[in-house]
């Protein structure tokens, strides 16, 4: 079994800056590519960033410029750092990893963490 924990949620204001963590939990071996998603109320669940296990970046371009992505593969985490932030990022984010594998050599495919809220408001 596997899991992926977010931290990090929380209320900020306009132009303020969150950090957002995500461990994987259980006996890993591997992590191959992992991501941030959001989604806001009445809408669809989008990309936000996604980082492979050797350090490319997929950034989504309404955040691009402000939010950075990274993981620290010892620590089989993900993080999001998050500046300038807007109302209009106001959402739930969910952690995302496509393919994990244990020490057993089984293979879990999109796994989901249960998601942080977001919100960004004066």
């Known amino acids: 079994q596997v899991q992926l924990v977010e931290s990090g949620g929380g209320l900020v204001q306009p132009g303020g800056s969150l950090r957002l963590s995500c461990a994987a939990a259980g006996s890993i071996f591997r992590i191959n590519a992992m991501g941030w998603y959001r989604q806001a109320p009445g809408k669809l669940r989008e990309l936000v960033a996604t980082?492979?296990?050797?350090?490319?970046?997929n950034i989504a371009d309404s955040v691009k410029g402000r939010f950075t992505i990274s993981r620290d593969n010892a620590k089989n985490s993900v993080y999001l750092q998050m500046n300038s932030l807007k109302p209009e990022d106001t959402a739930v984010y969910y952690c995302?990893?496509?393919?994990?594998?244990?020490?057993?050599?089984?293979?879990?495919?999109?796994?989901w963490g249960q998601g942080t809220q977001v919100t960004v408001s004066s």
């Open positions: 995302n990893a496509d393919r994990i594998t244990i020490t057993t050599l089984r293979t879990y495919f999109d796994i």
């Open positions: 980082i492979t296990s050797g350090g490319s970046t």
